[in-house]
């Protein structure tokens, strides 16, 4: 798939190889619409770089399914997460095809060279340590909604001020 105008995926300083602009960007613009391949929660699949996507079920009639998996084919297969995300997921259901549209929106103004992020919010079971560097880094990719719930080889990574808030 080529490259998308406006983007390039570099060697990354939070991980790996993630995608920096090679232009400015308004809060709101979209930067990038996904590709990939659909998979279910029980599929064996490797889960790297896939993007949990709620439901159909859970879009179109607002009856919760289980999410699914989006194993990204595009450029978006590279972005990185940050605790302080500067870009955010949308998705909706083409109600034809039963296929997912998902686009990446800039969450404020980005200035060109920028390594584009956003909040993987993992459940607690799936947590990684963090490298982000932000001020508000939670210490680990995890939803913070569920941080009182990642697995207790990683609690000690949480960074104190997100400690305790749930038991
Ligand atoms: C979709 S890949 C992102 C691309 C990745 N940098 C690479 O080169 O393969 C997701 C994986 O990258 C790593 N990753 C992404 N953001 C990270 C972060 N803020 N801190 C540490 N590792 C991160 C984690 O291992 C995560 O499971
Ligand atoms: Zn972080």
């Known amino acids: 798939m ?51 996507l709620p439901s159909y079920e859970t879009a179109v009639n607002g009856v919760e399914g289980p999410n699914v998996y989006w194993d990204l084919t595009c450029q978006g297969r590279w972005i990185n997460h940050s605790c302080n995300p500067n870009t955010e997921v949308d998705c909706h259901w083409e109600p034809n095809s039963k296929n997912p549209i998902a686009w990446w929106f800039a969450k404020r103004d980005i200035a060109a060279g920028e390594e584009l992020t956003y909040d993987y919010a993992f459940s607690a079971a799936l947590a990684e340590p963090c490298f982000c560097s932000e001020q508000n880094c939670r210490g680990v990719i995890a939803d913070d909604e569920e941080l009182h719930l990642v697995p207790e080889k990683y609690k000690h990574l949480i960074k104190e001020s997100f400690r305790f808030r749930r038991q």
């Open 2 to 52: 080529p490259p998308v105008t406006g983007l390039k995926t570099v060697l990354s300083k939070i991980h790996g190889y993630g995608v920096v602009t090679t232009r400015k960007y308004l809060a709101g613009e979209i930067l990038l619409y996904g590709d990939g391949v659909l998979w279910q929660e029980s599929d064996d699949f490797d889960d790297t770089y896939a993007l949990a």
